[in-house]
């Protein structure tokens, strides 16, 4: 009897542990089960589509120098040609203030201009005026551009219709400001749907300006990317006659992202002949244009012993440039001043309405003369500062 309970109480005991092992089992099981974890990709924004679109039409040109110069000083860093009209700030031909940052051309002929100004929602757009004899025509904004993003920097091609400018953000742009183009239609009276001209000239930073000179086949474009705040880059480049893309047959996708980023300007030097002559037409440029500077005849107290007769004697770099910023300004005030004493005439031989219709022009514009006094001013005071601290060294 005893060993029948003895082998009974083993059957127990085997039968609790084959449960306890199936258990076992079963949550070990039950672990293995568990649901994997699931990595959402990260979806590329619609610059970076834009960006991929665009690599493969990235533009070959020759990019034959670059310098890094003030953002506010780049125009006095471009030699542009007279036939290829001026550029200028807008306070300096409006004579104004407030606007730093509004950039106007200026026609070889100047009777026609193009300027940036920001509307009642401090969005850029451009506007343009004529010149008729002695007076502008009243500004007006430029037709079929969008203006739900800031345009600045415009620049007129010599054929009078091709017009590149800088937009600021958008749909068709890589960030900040993008350089766009886009060409004026006589039959509508309107310009054409702008485009962005893409890459290398444009990029993820902002991209300001393009400018061309098409008798010395030499152009500008200006940006900032890889610079400091408050720099920019000016790359002086050959523009093509007809656009040549990079051959993706020649080239891997990692060489041509290089070039789209100008990483290195001597990655394009690709005839040395061509970037020679290049150099020496680009030369020629900035000689000349020194060389008006210093030829024009001047009248500038710099103290009580020294009067300057020439450009050429400024020894501040500085000093040079801002005497010329403020012979554009001494300019356009004698313009305006000629041009208030114009609309006084009219007001004084005017009926009525005629009277009504000139008060507030008349008004702005003795404002504006007044600012542009105090403005004068002040730059001959920073400009003889500037000459006297440097001769004094």
């Given at each position: 009897?005893?060993?029948?309970?003895?082998?009974?109480?083993?059957?127990?005991?085997?039968?609790?542990?084959?449960?306890?092992?199936?258990?076992?089992?079963?949550?070990?099981?039950?672990?293995?089960?568990?649901?994997?974890?699931?990595?959402?990709?990260?979806?590329?924004?619609?610059?970076?589509?834009?960006?991929?679109?665009?690599?493969?039409?990235?533009?070959?040109?020759?990019?034959?120098?670059?310098?890094?110069?003030?953002?506010?000083?780049?125009?006095?860093?471009?030699?542009?040609?007279?036939?290829?009209?001026?550029?200028?700030?807008?306070?300096?031909?409006?004579?104004?203030s407030?606007?730093?940052?509004?950039?106007?051309?200026?026609?070889?002929?100047?009777?026609?201009?193009?300027?940036?100004?920001?509307?009642?929602?401090?969005?850029?757009?451009?506007?343009?005026?004529?010149?008729?004899?002695?007076?502008?025509?009243?500004?007006?904004?430029?037709?079929?551009?969008?203006?739900?993003?800031?345009?600045?920097?415009?620049?007129?091609?010599s054929?009078?219709?091709?017009?590149?400018?800088?937009?600021?953000?958008?749909?068709?742009?890589?960030?900040?400001?993008?350089?766009?183009?886009?060409?004026?239609?006589?039959?509508?009276?309107?310009?054409?749907?702008p485009?962005?001209?893409?890459?290398?000239?444009?990029s993820?930073?902002?991209?300001?300006?393009?400018?061309?000179?098409?008798?010395?086949?030499?152009?500008?474009?200006?940006?900032?990317?890889?610079?400091?705040?408050?720099?920019?880059?000016?790359?002086?480049?050959?523009?093509?006659?007809?656009?040549?893309?990079?051959?993706?047959?020649?080239?891997?996708?990692?060489?041509v992202?290089?070039?789209?980023?100008?990483?290195?300007?001597?990655?394009?030097?690709t005839?040395?002949?061509?970037?020679?002559?290049?150099?020496?037409?680009?030369?020629?440029?900035?000689?000349?244009?020194?060389?008006?500077?210093?030829?024009?005849?001047?009248?500038?107290?710099?103290?009580?012993?020294?009067?300057?007769?020439?450009?050429?004697?400024?020894?501040?770099?500085?000093?040079?440039?801002?005497?010329?910023?403020?012979?554009?300004?001494?300019?356009?005030?004698?313009?305006?001043?000629?041009?208030?004493?114009?609309?006084?005439?009219?007001?004084?031989?005017?009926?009525?309405?005629?009277?009504?219709?000139?008060t507030?022009?008349?008004?702005?514009?003795?404002?504006?003369?007044?600012?542009?006094?105090?403005?004068?001013?002040?730059?001959?005071?920073?400009?003889?500062?500037?000459e006297?601290?440097?001769?004094?060294?």
């Amino acid at each position: 009897m005893k060993i029948i309970k003895a082998l009974l109480l083993i059957c127990v005991c085997m039968a609790v542990t084959n449960g306890n092992a199936q258990r076992r089992r079963t949550t070990s099981k039950a672990k293995a089960k568990a649901k994997p974890v699931v990595v959402e990709e990260k979806q590329p924004s619609p610059e970076e589509l834009l960006y991929e679109n665009m690599l493969s039409s990235t533009q070959q040109i020759m990019i034959i120098d670059s310098v890094v110069v003030d953002k506010e000083q780049f125009i006095n860093h471009i030699p542009l040609p007279p036939d290829c009209g001026s550029l200028m700030l807008y306070d300096a031909f409006f004579a104004t203030s407030g606007h730093s940052d509004s950039y106007v051309w200026l026609n070889e002929f100047k009777n026609r201009v193009y300027y940036s100004i920001a509307d009642a929602n401090g969005k850029s757009e451009i506007g343009t005026m004529d010149k008729l004899g002695t007076n502008w025509t009243k500004g007006k904004r430029l037709e079929g551009l969008s203006y739900a993003n800031s345009l600045n920097y415009p620049y007129l091609m010599s054929d009078g219709i091709t017009l590149y400018f800088g937009q600021q953000g958008g749909n068709n742009s890589l960030g900040g400001y993008d350089i766009f183009v886009t060409r004026y239609d006589a039959e509508s009276g309107t310009y054409f749907r702008p485009e962005n001209i893409g890459l290398p000239f444009n990029s993820s930073a902002n991209d300001y300006m393009y400018l061309e000179d098409e008798t010395d086949n030499i152009g500008w474009f200006v940006t900032d990317r890889r610079q400091p705040e408050g720099k920019v880059c000016i790359y002086t480049f050959i523009p093509n006659k007809t656009r040549k893309n990079y051959d993706l047959s020649e080239y891997d996708e990692a060489h041509v992202k290089r070039f789209a980023a100008i990483e290195s300007i001597s990655d394009t030097w690709t005839d040395n002949t061509a970037k020679e002559e290049a150099l020496q037409r680009l030369a020629k440029l900035t000689e000349r244009r020194q060389q008006v500077n210093s030829d024009d005849q001047i009248h500038f107290v710099i103290n009580d012993n020294i009067t300057y007769r020439q450009v050429s004697q400024f020894k501040s770099p500085s000093a040079k440039k801002l005497f010329l910023t403020l012979v554009q300004t001494q300019e356009r005030f004698m313009a305006d001043s000629e041009r208030l004493e114009s609309l006084r005439d009219q007001y004084a031989e005017g009926g009525e309405l005629v009277r009504a219709r000139l008060t507030p022009t008349i008004l702005d514009l003795e404002h504006s003369l007044e600012v542009s006094a105090q403005s004068i001013k002040d730059m001959e005071k920073q400009i003889r500062n500037a000459e006297n601290m440097t001769i004094n060294q």
